[in-house]
């Protein structure tokens, strides 16, 4: 579903974010802690303390989308701390995130053809 959003800039809020909070809250936390325009193209996210929901604040023409996440196991790889307060990362990042998978992954896997069997 986020693939077909054509934001130019992906944005993590660091550390935890109180998930109590909605749109308006959470777009008055990224004129604030990111010093960025809330309506700019940019996908926004923000994680809770136990790291299984997140949330994607996204203005799209006349209007917030706000994409909440809830996982039934496991936690998402989020970055910790109060030294990075916001971080940029790419979209295919994103997607690492979103799998469960760390943000400094190394390579992606290579490509595996499948052989035909004579």
């Known amino acids: 579903m986020l693939n077909d959003i054509g934001a130019r800039r992906v944005y993590l809020a660091c550390g935890a974010t109180d ?3 909605s749109i308006d809250g959470l777009a008055a936390m990224v004129s ?3 010093k960025i325009d809330p309506f700019s193209d940019c996908l926004f996210v923000f994680c809770n303390r136990s ?10 023409h006349n ?7 809830r996982l039934e ?3 998402f790889q989020w970055p910790g701390g109060d030294e990075c307060k916001n971080l940029s990362i790419d979209r295919r990042q994103l997607g690492w995130l979103l799998a469960g998978l760390d943000l400094e992954q190394r390579q992606a896997h290579r490509e595996v053809l499948a052989r035909k069997i004579a």
């Open 19 to 21: 998930m109590r909070k």
């Open 32 to 34: 604030c802690r990111f």
């Open 51 to 60: 790291r299984n929901k997140l949330k994607i604040l996204l203005w799209e």
């Open 63 to 69: 209007g917030f989308w706000l994409y909440y996440r």
């Open 73 to 75: 196991r496991g936690r």
